[in-house]
């Protein structure tokens, strides 16, 4: 099993639109999580922390599940420029320092 | 400020050569990652380098693959002996400080075709 696994999509959907991205991890004893956002051909780039509690930055929200596993990310009203590829990342317990593990990501398609 | 650099962009050699990949982090950022990532495919953990600690080399593929931090800051990745497996872009990434909570900042990458 990978340690971090998420749905490679596309999610193909209209501007405007809800979409949500499921990722499961692995490492019971994980501690941070984060999604990360990738553009064609570049690096990637933080989006957003994922807290215990949930938490939200505009359009986004993120949510984790520790009970389940897995962590979600949910883009309401999809604008063309939110096309990307979505990265979902764990911090696994690694002997006290910040080893990301990165899925393999899904991938977003807004069209008009 | 300035942001992770890498150098160079892009690099096309042939099978057999060897490659150095280099990485200057942010200016103050203790800690530094290599990363791999083929095509289609998610991000590999390569090495890790904080401070003067011994680097966490777990993810090197095969020991012609090979990385050093000197100074505390710059970084080269070399790569002996490339194969047409090594294909891929290798990014850098540094942040502040080995906290669970910090960014990891990636440099652009660099972009190894071998032929």
């Known amino acids: 099993r990978k340690e971090v696994e998420q749905d490679p999509g596309p999610f193909n959907v209209p501007e405007g639109a809800t979409v949500a991205f499921n990722c499961t991890y692995s490492n019971s004893a994980s501690q941070s999580f984060f999604w990360y956002r990738q553009d064609c051909r570049k690096e990637p780039k933080l989006l957003m922390s994922?807290?215990?509690s949930g938490n939200e930055d505009g359009r986004f929200t993120a949510q984790l599940n520790r009970a389940s596993q897995y962590i979600s990310l949910l883009i309401r009203d999809s604008k063309l420029s939110d096309s990307a590829t979505y990265l979902c990342?764990?911090?696994?317990?690694?002997?006290?320092?910040?080893?990301?593990?990165f899925g393999a990501g899904t991938r977003l398609a807004v069209h008009p | 400020g300035a942001g992770v650099s890498q150098s160079p962009s892009n690099k096309v050699t042939e099978k057999g050569k060897d490659v150095e990949l280099r990485c200057d982090p942010i200016?103050?950022?203790?800690?530094l990652y290599w990363y791999r990532q083929s095509l289609g495919q998610g991000l590999e953990f390569l090495i890790y380098?904080?401070?003067?600690?011994?680097?966490?080399k777990s993810g090197l593929p095969s020991d012609r693959f090979s990385a050093e931090r000197t100074g505390g800051s710059v970084s080269t990745l070399t790569i002996q002996r490339t194969q047409q497996e090594d294909s891929a872009v290798y990014l850098c990434a540094s942040i502040k400080q080995a906290g669970a909570a910090d960014t990891q900042y990636f440099g652009p990458g660099t972009r190894l075709t071998v032929l």
């Open positions: 990342v764990v911090n696994p317990p690694s002997g006290g320092y910040n080893k990301l593990i």
């Open positions: 380098f904080q401070g003067n600690s011994a680097p966490d």
């Open positions: 994922v807290y215990s």
């Open positions: 200016s103050g950022h203790t800690a």
